[in-house]
């Protein structure tokens, strides 16, 4: 395996873990005002109150099983499956696999197209096949800190710390309440589950100057992060269960790598969830890594490097 195919798997890598359903685009800041209780919705309840109901239900679950898809552009699409928690800090295990696009080749090269992610409040953890591992010095593990990710990409960087570190279900319903044209649009059944559909698109240039159901902060950290990632519009659409929990959400968005689809299921809220660093001995970190492959351009939001 060639060491720029490393290094750049290594970069992509980074990207891909703040895009992978968990919440493509959010606001970092969770909202919470010390009141996390949340009734049930009613039949004549308005959108914008059922949704706050609904954030403040899916914040409060504390954990849940993921699965997901999600396309950027001709960059990558992929699949995530499996159980995160975000009670004390974002925790837990995906599987993800590479199912298209550039991403998809590099990781072909590297040995496999699937590897376990690794959740934990400091860092992200990616599984590497036994081909990689040759090139890290027979370690599988790539550790990234999330504040080695911030230094070396800058604003991308920032906005990648700020997606993995706070990325939480109920973001996608906060995403949603910054739109200025959020409606219910009607009850449907997701995997057998009654539920209720609503949706809107946010204007990121429009953020700014209009009324929002955000606080000024949220709404400032939201048009930040949105900028940073090449958004101008999102559309968000949710499906909310009778127990004001998010049981789908679906995203859709032009980004500087090209057009973004995400759908992401939640399931079995309040599922156990346990995620530990892997052996420092089979760790290799990220940083480090980068170091030793010697000087690279290309900044980490492009997916790529020289």
Request: net charge neutral.
């Amino acid at each position: 395996m060639k060491s720029t195919t490393v290094r750049r798997v290594t970069l992509s890598i980074a990207v891909v873990a703040a895009l992978t359903g968990v919440a493509a685009c959010g606001s970092s800041d969770s909202g919470k005002d010390g009141d996390k209780a949340a009734g049930k919705t009613s039949i004549h309840v308005s959108p914008i109150a059922a949704l706050r109901s609904a954030e403040k239900s899916t914040d409060k679950a504390d954990s849940a099983k993921v699965r997901s898809t999600t396309s950027v552009g001709d960059l990558m699409s992929m699949t995530a499956n499996g159980a995160l928690t975000w009670e004390d800090g974002l925790k837990g295990n995906l599987t993800i696999t590479y199912t298209g696009g550039q991403m998809a080749e590099m990781m072909k090269k590297a040995g496999t197209q699937s590897m376990e992610a690794r959740y934990l409040p400091d860092a992200y953890y990616a599984h590497m096949s036994d081909a990689y591992a040759q090139q890290t010095g027979g370690k599988h593990w790539l550790k990234y800190s999330y504040d080695d990710l911030a230094k070396l990409g800058g604003a991308s960087g920032s906005y990648m710390k700020d997606q993995i570190q706070n990325a939480t279900p109920n973001q996608s319903v906060k995403l949603l309440l910054a739109s200025q044209d959020v409606k219910k649009v009607g009850e449907e059944n997701i995997s057998g589950v009654p539920t209720t559909h609503y949706s809107g698109t946010v204007n990121v240039a429009d953020l700014a100057g209009k009324t929002s159901n955000l606080d000024a902060e949220q709404l400032s950290a939201l048009k930040k992060q949105l900028t940073q990632a090449g958004v101008t519009t999102e559309t968000v659409d949710i499906w909310i269960n009778d127990q004001d929990l998010l049981v789908k959400k679906s995203e859709k968005a032009d980004t500087a790598n090209g057009a973004m689809t995400s759908t992401t299921f939640y399931t079995d809220y309040g599922v156990k969830v346990a995620a530990e660093a892997p052996p420092a001995g089979d760790t290799k970190d990220f940083a480090d890594l980068l170091k030793s492959g010697g000087t690279m351009t290309g900044g980490t939001g492009s997916g790529t490097v020289s």
